[in-house]
């Protein structure tokens, strides 16, 4: 991570600016890259490159374990998720186009759909990135991945650590919205891109591995909650038709939020009961990809 990488960050305790000091070359182990306030505040990096912003007690929420993280990057590693991945980078890319644009990836799990942008236009662009996850465990992932990023574990409930209107473009990809914080972070004319599951996604597994469904009326309540603060500008539906083998079905159930209670090892079991261990399911995703812009505050 190099100095002129690194967005404006604000403290997570005070709010004032944080000053980066990279890692020293000659020893990063005992002197690692630091953030400081002029309050006296500071975050070391970790081992992993990673800063841990949690303060205080935080949101009460099961992050995502260790078993959950791995079967993300394991199943996103296959590629089947890369038309979302081209989706997610295509739908960012108008908002990055000034100076040193600001990415915020948002509940950025393992880092992977970041990567894509920041393959894309990282360093040409001079693009900037901050990846916040409330799971040490996924954050370590996304730290190993997107070196040239800021990976924080953070929660997006918490007032998010960069100062108002300087983000050029915010991605959420099938994670939490902080709507408010979001329309503060962003600059006119900047954009949030979310991506949703549709009701039909993952049907054709979602009864047999236990996989949780969308709430009833959740779609509406988001939809009412994002228009106190934006309007939609865009709306793309991607199908991605897949066949899966039960590893990968095992995978795609264990990375979502039914990850938190299921037990891999009876549904591997159950899965190639079903369907044999070489043989393969139909699986068709369903997202959609939504762009809004904030309105004029
Ligand atoms: C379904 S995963 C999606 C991860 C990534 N965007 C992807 O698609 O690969 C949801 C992510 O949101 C994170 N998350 C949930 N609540 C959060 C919060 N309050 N603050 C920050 N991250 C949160 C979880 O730890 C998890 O990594
Ligand atoms: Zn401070």
């Not at 914080?181 to 009864?207: N, Q, S």
Request: charged share 15%; with cysteine.
């Amino acid at each position: 991570m190099s100095a002129p990488s690194v967005p404006d960050l604000l403290c997570p305790h005070c709010h004032e600016a944080l000053h980066f000091t990279p890692a020293s070359s000659a020893d990063p182990g005992t002197a690692p890259a630091s953030l400081r306030c002029s309050k006296g505040h500071h975050f070391d990096a970790a081992r992993q490159g990673y800063f841990n912003f949690l303060v205080g007690k935080g949101t009460v929420f099961e992050a995502d374990s260790a078993p959950m993280v791995a079967a993300r990057y394991d199943f996103l590693a296959s590629g089947h998720y890369d038309p979302l991945a081209d989706a997610v980078a295509d739908a960012v890319a108008p908002a990055l186009t000034a100076g040193s644009p600001l990415i915020l990836d948002a509940g950025t799990g393992t880092g992977h759909y970041l990567r894509r942008v920041l393959d894309r236009f990282a360093p040409a662009a001079g693009l900037r990135a901050l990846a916040m996850d409330i799971s040490k465990f996924a954050v370590r992932r996304a730290a190993r991945l997107n070196p040239e990023a800021v990976n924080v574990v953070s929660d997006i409930w918490q007032p998010l650590p960069v100062a108002d209107g300087t983000v050029d473009a915010i991605m959420v990809v099938f994670a939490p919205r902080n709507v408010a914080g979001f329309a503060r972070a962003l600059r006119p004319g900047g954009l949030l891109v979310v991506v949703t599951p549709r009701p039909g996604h993952l049907a054709e597994i979602a009864a047999a591995t236990g996989m949780l469904g969308i709430e009833p009326g959740k779609e509406e309540r988001l939809a009412t909650q994002m228009g106190t603060h934006f309007r939609t500008s865009h709306v793309q539906d991607l199908d991605v038709a897949m066949e899966l083998g039960t590893a990968q079905v095992a995978d795609l159930a264990f990375m979502g939020p039914a990850g938190h209670h299921l037990d891999r090892a009876a549904l591997a079991e159950k899965l190639a009961a079903r369907t044999g261990s070489a043989g393969t399911t139909p699986v068709t995703a369903q997202f959609r990809i939504t762009t809004f812009v904030p309105l004029p505050a």
